[in-house]
């Protein structure tokens, strides 16, 4: 849990970064474009009412003028066009030049970028007609993608510092409900230690004072006593689970063998219920992981399966690979259809979509030490409801 939280603080954190460094940077890149358009046309206006502005020397000769890689056209009367300044460029083909032209003539505003040319051009109005003056955009295009690869670079590097920042701020963050957790487990697990002496105690002597069935105080004090050893028990499995204290090591499982045992008890059970039950499971799958554990979690499964199938019905248990990697236990039952939000509450400690389903020893752990087995193993464990069917799974790598 402590992990899903810090990276959870991380990545919320790492996207308001992203968010924020994206928002920045690209109202610096857009409004720099912005400057040199406007730059751009400004000095293509002046040109247009001054073209000797426009005239560009020879390298070889000494510069008086501004230099600019610009042209300049007048629009005569009968849609020919004539030069009136520029350098930069052959300005002997008049054919191209009425080409450039005719598709700023076509162009719905007065300026614009011919992406065919990497030129921009600009239509004014002047006393002696109109002209159009066209500007190589190659060294603002050039600017602009420096700018962006300096960007880039800026951003990855604020992205590293940032993401390093975070998963410090995530483990300062945490630490009081770091601590606050461990206190809590602790406590569990004490208490239902503490606890398991005196009801082992009152058992014994309500077994001693003949507390067979519940018809007498002595069995009504036995089965109460049983139910809250079962719930000592799943305090204990769920604080084992939780600390992740010391272990067995992860060894391979021969998960098949190990789910075909487990079928065995329940067998009878369901019988007794009206139940049958219907196994399916590929030979031969191996996972890694601790035996007893795994052993558990088809036992609670299969226990959850017999408390709330209805009968006359099937339990279905199916194993077998999914993909190259993985493989999948599914445990299918009849049951009332559940809503996708008790889906996942199911798996919540101590909720029970029966409230009454306390008084016959469930108390809503089963599933969610089941969940924490499965997650200890590299695993995922969910339920989907079809119908009058639900069924769980539980995915595993394979060894």
């Known amino acids: 849990m402590l992990k899903k939280l ?40 002046a040109v247009a009412a001054f073209p000797a502005l426009g005239r560009l020397d020879r390298p070889d000769e000494p510069a008086e003028e501004v230099r600019l890689p610009y042209f300049v056209l007048q ?20 054919a191209f030049l009425q080409e450039l032209a005719g598709q700023a003539a076509r162009a719905a505003a007065d300026f614009g970028v011919l992406e065919d040319y990497k030129l ?3 239509r004014v109005e002047t006393p002696a007609g109109e002209r159009l003056v066209f500007s190589d955009i190659s060294s603002e295009q050039a600017t602009l993608e420096g700018l962006a690869r ?12 940032f993401l390093g920042l975070s998963l410090l701020l995530a483990r300062w963050a945490v630490k009081p409900v770091e601590r606050a957790w461990r206190q809590q487990q602790q406590f569990v697990a004490d208490a ?14 309500a077994e001693l004072l003949g507390g067979v ?12 006593a049983r139910q809250m050893r079962a719930l000592v028990e799943g305090l204990l499995e769920l604080a ?16 098949s063998a190990l789910a075909e045992e487990a079928l065995l008890p329940f067998e009878p059970l369901l019988f007794e219920r009206g139940l049958t039950l219907t196994p399916c499971i590929q030979p031969g799958i191996t996972v890694r992981g601790r035996e007893g554990p795994l052993r558990q979690v088809l036992e609670i499964l299969l226990d959850n399966a017999q408390k709330y199938a209805v009968p006359p019905s099937a339990v279905y248990l199916h194993l077998a690979r999914s993909g190259r990697s993985r493989c999948r236990l599914m445990v299918e039952n009849r049951a009332a259809t559940l809503p996708p939000e008790e889906l996942e509450n199911i798996f919540k400690r101590f909720y029970r979509v029966d409230k009454a389903r306390s008084r016959d020893g469930s108390f809503g752990l089963g599933l969610p030490i089941a969940r924490q087995i499965v997650s200890a193993h590299r695993g995922r464990i969910w339920a989907e409801s079809h119908g009058e069917r639900i069924r769980f799974y539980v995915e595993l790598p394979l060894a």
Not at 78 to 94: F, M, N, Q
Not at 192 to 205: G, R, Y
Not at 215 to 223: Q, Y
Not at 247 to 252: D, I, K, L, N
């Open 6 to 45: 810090r990276l959870k603080f991380v990545v919320i954190n790492m996207a308001l970064v992203t968010a924020m460094l994206c928002a920045i940077f690209g109202l610096i890149y857009h409004f720099t474009r912005l400057d040199l358009e406007r730059e751009n046309l400004s000095m293509m206006r």
């Open 240 to 255: 084992r689970a939780d600390g992740g204290g010391a272990e067995a090591p992860m060894q391979r499982v021969d998960w």
């Open 75 to 94: 629009v005569e009367a009968g849609g020919g066009v004539s030069v009136l300044g520029g350098g930069y460029y052959d300005l002997s083909d008049t």
């Open 213 to 224: 069935g519940e018809a007498g105080p002595a069995g009504r004090i036995l089965a109460t």
């Open 150 to 161: 300096s960007l880039a670079v800026t951003g990855a590097l604020s992205f590293a510092a």
């Open 192 to 205: 239902s230690h503490e606890l398991k002496t005196p009801l082992a105690v009152i058992t014994t002597n």
């Open 120 to 122: 921009r051009f600009c």
